[in-house]
């Protein structure tokens, strides 16, 4: 079992920048690909990047590439989404999530444990 806890989430100018962490329980942390997530208000949760075990290998969703950073310290059992430039449509509540897949995936369904949550709220 991985149990997930994500912050870092609040209230931004757009244009502005903020990081999400993500801690992970568990001694195999590094064992797993990590995604985040999100999803806005009356729509569905949508892909946003996700990092393989080692670190080695990004891949982000088209509506956030070149603003964002997808990282993990594995001996800090965190991975982080550094987001930048941000616009009012990046609102939603974001979700980390973690795979045994250790490739990085991004279909939610690959997944198997999920974080509660953090809510980023973007203003213009």
């Known amino acids: 079992q991985v149990q997930l806890v994500e912050s870092g989430g609040g209230l931004v100018q757009a244009g502005g920048s903020l990081r999400l962490s993500c801690a992970a329980s568990?001694?195999?942390?590094?064992?797993?690909?990590m995604g985040w997530f999100r999803q806005a208000p009356g729509k569905e949760r949508e892909f946003v990047g996700t990092?393989?075990?080692?670190?080695?290998?990004?891949v982000y969703a088209d509506s956030v590439k070149g603003r964002s950073t997808i990282s993990r310290d594995n001996a800090k059992n965190t991975v982080y989404l550094q987001m930048n430039s941000l616009k009012p449509e990046d609102t939603a509540v974001y979700y980390c999530?973690?795979?045994?897949?250790?490739?990085?995936?991004?279909?939610?369904?690959?997944?198997?444990?999920w974080g509660q949550g953090t809510q980023v709220t973007v203003s213009s």
């Open positions: 999530a973690a795979t045994t897949v250790m490739g990085p995936q991004v279909v939610a369904a690959f997944y198997n444990y």
């Open positions: 990092i393989n075990w080692n670190g080695g290998r990004t």
């Open positions: 568990g001694r195999t942390f590094s064992s797993y690909a």
